[in-house]
């Protein structure tokens, strides 16, 4: 078996062109008939990849490396994994030795998930346990781990430690906010926000994004996009909306970032992971009554409420598709999007508008399909970009 071409790419992080069929006829000649060709593009904005694909370890391994900050898959093993039917077991921990070279001294180990059709392959970095905490990123994760801290009580014990507000959020609602949310919480959200938009700005615009409109059952939280149809009357609607929450008594927490957006500061040439809308970080209080069906509780759980996170960002109108394409996701899409329209198309592309070098001028879109249509590319519905 030559996986050369593969891991060499892996360890130089450069695209392949993916050449799976001796991989799929060498080694897994029991598992599925190989299609005679195969031709996947190496861009996750070319392939249309549902969350109903072949495979279901790596999405849902993509899903936890998001919550946990581990590196997300990367694009050559996405590409290869679209073509994966039925693997045996022991094909997962191949895999993630395949998949993760770089991560050899992580501890690898199984467990069942929620779901029992199939095993989730956690890699367990050793700053996973704190970087799942919302507010903990990689930096304090790793100045903690370097303390000699390992678990939660040797956090909260360590004098020294003085957590944000954001933080002791993130512990406070630990249980809650680490668990997953589902589609009809999500729903029930968008009803709660919904009300706020309306009560405040009548013509207000509320879209779900996000993991949600990418149609997946479960997310880590819920994303929303408010603006309104009158230019520059957004300034303030996200504060106005925050205030309602607060008044009903659902707000536990609340990050709010005020817009920095200055388009004559574009095109950034400069990769931002975060842009520049006004947005804010909420944990709301989410009541069973809500929800169709009921909340997703753990065991053992009588109260009749959950905690929530809820992300909503609220560009000007004329930017709205751009914003849209951005947070609808997923990462990896993004990702790939951004890498077509700059190395295919000598383009550049963020949340907040799409910049033509060739030409030096800004290309209008007031939807997803005019920027896919500027990039050439052929339109990939919402439920295809699970990459
Ligand atoms: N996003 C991005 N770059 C970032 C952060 C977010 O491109 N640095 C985009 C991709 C997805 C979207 O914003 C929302 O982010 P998440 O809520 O983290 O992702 P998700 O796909 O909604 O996943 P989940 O279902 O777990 O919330
Ligand atoms: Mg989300």
């Known amino acids: 078996l030559d996986i050369s071409w593969f891991t060499d790419s892996m360890k130089e992080r450069r695209p392949v062109a993916v050449e799976t069929k001796h991989l799929i006829q060498d080694v897994l000649p029991e598992v599925s008939t190989p299609p005679s060709v195969v031709a996947v593009s190496q861009y996750a904005c070319q392939r249309r990849t549902t969350t109903e694909n072949h495979n279901k370890t790596l999405t849902v391994r993509n899903c936890s490396s998001n919550l946990a900050g581990n590196p997300a898959v990367p694009p050559e093993a996405a590409a290869l994994t679209s073509l994966f039917t039925n693997l045996p077991n022991h094909f997962e921990t191949w895999k993630a030795d395949l998949y993760f070279p770089c991560l050899k001294d992580a501890d690898l180990f199984r467990c069942s998930s929620a779901d029992p059709s199939f095993h989730v392959l956690w890699i367990t970095a050793s700053y996973q346990v704190f970087t799942s905490v919302f507010g903990v990123g990689l930096k304090t994760a790793e100045k903690w781990y370097r303390r000699g801290l390992r678990t939660f009580p040797d956090v909260m014990a360590e004098p020294s430690i003085r957590l944000n507000r954001m933080q002791q959020s993130g512990f406070l609602h630990y249980g809650d906010i680490s668990r997953h949310v589902s589609k009809a919480e999500a729903q029930a959200l968008g009803n ?196």
């Open 192 to 387: 709660i926000i919904d009300e706020a938009v309306h009560a405040i700005a009548p013509n207000g615009i509320l879209t779900l994004t996000g993991g949600f409109r990418r149609g997946k059952e479960f997310g880590h939280d819920v994303d929303f996009i408010v603006t309104t149809p009158e230019q520059g009357q957004e300034e303030g609607l996200l504060t106005n909306i925050i205030k309602h929450l607060k008044h009903q008594g659902i707000l536990l927490f609340c990050d709010y970032q005020p817009s920095s957006f200055d388009l004559s500061k574009l095109p950034s040439h400069r990769f931002e992971a975060m842009d520049h809308f006004a947005k804010c970080f909420l944990i709301l209080k989410l009541e069973g009554h809500e929800v169709e069906g009921g909340l997703c509780r753990a065991e053992g759980d009588s109260r009749d409420w959950r905690a929530v996170r809820v992300d909503l960002v609220s560009p000007p109108l004329d930017r709205f598709a751009f914003t849209l394409l951005g947070w609808t996701g997923s990462r990896q899409f993004e990702r790939d999007l951004r890498r077509f329209a700059r190395l295919e198309r000598r383009m550049l592309l963020d949340n907040h508008a799409l910049f033509d070098k060739t030409k030096n001028e800004f290309l209008a879109a007031t939807t997803e399909k005019d920027i896919f249509a500027h990039l050439g590319l052929e339109y990939i519905e919402p439920w295809q970009r699970n990459a």
